[in-house]
């Protein structure tokens, strides 16, 4: 299972992401996010491939769908395993993106990536999304529209919140991929995730992958961290950290 968990490296440099794969040298999947990505630029994912690890190259591409094609055609020359977009840029920048992404990792000879959108962020809450963004849905009907939308366009899933991982499940079918970030273990604080389960209870609801970041790379010792997760999802005692 723990081949299932993504870990972010949400750090601001090389330097620091080096530190962190070398305290996690069990982790196969790792985040790239706009920070990192920004501060290094596509280094550190040659240095990630060259460790022969698995890639998120989680960038949430939101544009026009012009620049959005622009944008994952380059992305996909990268040969990362899974690309972020906003369903909110709308079908033709998603079927755009989704035919950009297959055309660059053609280009440069390596296999796509699965581009996948963004539905809600798990930031938001649902008087944010009333009050704030003034959409008049409940939460849970605007993510399942955004899936759909994402679906009908072609691509291979969403970025969703474990809390509604089921309903796009049912909805989205078996082979739609859901990966879900804002996943919190019982012994970890929530933090700035509004919206979280537990691993287990993530899985169980239909999560293909986890994203599980602070409480193993702000822990005392991440590698403890990260086997204490694998020991939940066994149903074994985890120890202490």
Known sequence: MLDRIIV??????EADALALLDRLPDVTFWKVGLELFTSTGAGILNILKERQKRIFLDLKFHDIPNTMAGACRAAGRYGVDLLTVHAAAGQEALRAAQAAAEAGAAEAGCSPPKVIAITVLTSLTPRSLAFELKIPLELND???????????????????SPQEAAQLRDVCGQD???VCPGVRPRWAEAKD?????TPEAAFKAGADYLVVGRPITMAEDPAAAFQRIGQDLTGEEGGKL
């Open 8 to 13: 972010p490296l949400d750090v601001p440099s």
């Open 193 to 197: 995730q509004k919206r979280t389960l």
């Open 142 to 160: 605007y993510a399942l529209q955004m899936a759909l939308l994402a679906q009908e366009s072609g691509l291979a899933g969403v970025v969703c």
């Open 176 to 178: 739609f991929l859901l």
